[in-house]
């Protein structure tokens, strides 16, 4: 950052995020469907199932049983979307650049006896945390610019929403897509974005 220009978060919100550490986690029970139900730990920096999540488990849902194919989630969160897809049969494949989202959703997979394979990384420069091929690939990804964040979001917590990528992170996904060979030949991409965005 160049002399004199403000960053996103201040001194204070840095302290304000790490005192959030400290805070009991939420425990909810998240209903992706009439029948089931869901039971969630999630610490306090973890993206909680919300209208967004809902609507990815919704199109999720209309694919049908997973059949033990392959199920990419990335940027898990609290894990309820790869809970969701290992009870409706994929073979689950998860990772989120949040160690605390990573644990949770390991814990949370556990608590719903599910399973997964589930790492830290994402997209960012430190290389692709998978390399297999994948049927079906889901990303929530984050959609809000970073110029907004001041309007709409608390200081850090919900930080993850954050476009900050000048590049766009929907052209470096696809990107890393292609690079790593990603997807199977019949595979399927369900990413949930805005229109409009950087790199759209």
């Known amino acids: 950052m160049a002399s004199g220009e403000r960053g996103i978060f201040t001194p204070q919100d840095a302290q304000s995020e790490v005192d959030r550490q400290d805070r009991p986690p939420l425990t909810l029970e998240w209903k992706p469907n009439s029948t089931q139900r869901i039971e969630l730990?999630?610490?306090?920096?973890?993206?909680?199932?919300?209208?967004?999540?809902?609507?990815m488990a919704n199109r999720l849902i209309q694919l049908g049983p997973g059949k033990g194919r392959k199920f990419l989630e990335i940027g898990c969160g609290s894990g309820a979307l790869s809970i969701l897809a290992s009870s409706l049969g994929w073979?689950?494949?998860?990772?989120?650049?949040?160690p605390f989202a990573v644990?949770?959703?390991?814990?949370n997979m556990a608590k719903n006896l599910q399973a997964g394979i589930i790492k830290e990384g994402g997209i960012g420069p430190d290389g692709f945390p998978f390399?297999?091929?994948?049927?079906l690939i889901v990303w929530n990804l984050p959609y809000?610019?970073?110029?907004?964040?001041?309007e709409l979001l608390g200081p850090m917590e919900e930080a993850g929403l954050i476009d900050t990528d000048t590049r766009g992170l929907q052209s470096r996904f696809l990107s890393i897509v292609v690079k790593n060979n990603l997807l199977a030949t019949k595979g399927r991409m369900l990413l949930l974005g805005r229109?409009?965005?950087?790199?759209h």
Not at 41 to 55: A, F, N, S
Not at 195 to 199: D, E, N, P, Q, V
Request: aromatic letters at 4%.
């Open 41 to 55: 730990t999630i610490p306090p920096t973890v993206y909680p199932p919300r209208e967004d999540t809902d609507l």
């Open 91 to 98: 073979n689950v494949h998860a990772c989120d650049i949040n």
């Open 103 to 107: 644990a949770a959703t390991r814990g």
């Open 131 to 135: 390399e297999d091929k994948f049927d």
């Open 144 to 150: 809000i610019p970073a110029h907004e964040v001041n």
């Open 195 to 199: 229109t409009g965005s950087i790199g």
